[in-house]
């Protein structure tokens, strides 16, 4: 899996658009760029992924640079209920069966 | 969809007793997986079935064991808790073996005394 890095923390408005920035400048070709979140004393939720064009779902938009060094995961309306720590992950289809979870972003969401 | 479901939420266990960690998903996933995630850390894999009828190791399978009981159900079990143990579990299921997109339950908090 390649290596990334995040922001330690982060804070946004309730309301507002939360965007989160993930550094991967060492990604493969075939490897895909994964988010999950982790709320508070609950499981890991898996969010979006992408390869190299932008992708959005009922949760979230992915955007991914052009040369795929790096991405941003965008909540269009922050909610309280988005408070959690965010996790970017890069690996192929297929790696494997054990999802590798760095420290991620604690983003906090303040009314 | 109830996705993935884990029964007990909590549990408390004196060293050496055994117990069994229930999982159920409704998704028809084929594959389902078995986490341990200590305070602060990340998740670390201790076994996965691959389809029903087959289960692998993972990175800390030591103290545990496993059953695909159908398609729906893997359960866990602790023949013998030990104060190592004491972690949040998840399970988790994913439409096959590989996948990266897989769906957790809400974890069980297991505490050996």
């Known amino acids: 899996d390649a290596k990334t890095t995040q922001p330690t923390s982060m804070d946004c408005a309730e309301g507002r658009a939360a965007n989160l920035p993930c550094n991967h400048s060492?990604?493969?070709?075939?490897?895909?760029v994964y988010w999950y979140r982790q709320i508070h004393s609950q499981g890991p939720q898996y969010i979006i992924h992408?390869?190299?064009n932008n992708e959005t779902n009922e949760m979230a938009s992915l955007i991914i640079t052009e040369d795929r060094k790096s991405s941003t995961l965008i909540l269009p309306h922050a909610t309280l209920r988005d408070t959690a720590v965010y996790y970017c992950?890069?690996?192929?289809?297929?790696?494997?069966?054990?999802?590798?979870f760095g420290g991620g972003t604690r983003l906090m969401v303040k009314p | 969809n109830a996705g993935v479901t884990q029964t007990p939420k909590f549990q408390v266990l004196k060293t050496g007793q055994s117990m069994t960690l229930q999982c159920a998903q409704d998704?028809?996933?084929?594959?389902m997986y078995w986490y341990r995630q200590d305070p602060g850390m990340g998740l670390r894999l201790i076994y996965y079935?691959?389809?029903?009828?087959?289960?692998d190791k993972g990175e800390v399978p030591n103290g545990y064991n496993v059953s695909r009981l159908n398609k729906r159900e893997f359960s866990l079990r602790l023949e013998s808790a030990a104060p190592s143990q004491t972690s949040v579990y998840f399970c988790?299921?994913?439409?096959?073996?590989?996948?990266?997109?897989?769906?957790f339950g809400p974890g069980t908090r297991l505490t050996v005394l």
């Open positions: 060492t990604i493969s070709g075939n490897e895909y």
């Open positions: 992950i890069v690996r192929a289809y297929n790696a494997g069966n054990m999802l590798t």
């Open positions: 992408g390869l190299k």
């Open positions: 998704m028809n996933h084929n594959s």
């Open positions: 988790a299921s994913s439409e096959r073996t590989g996948l990266n997109e897989q769906f």
């Open positions: 079935s691959a389809s029903e009828g087959t289960t």
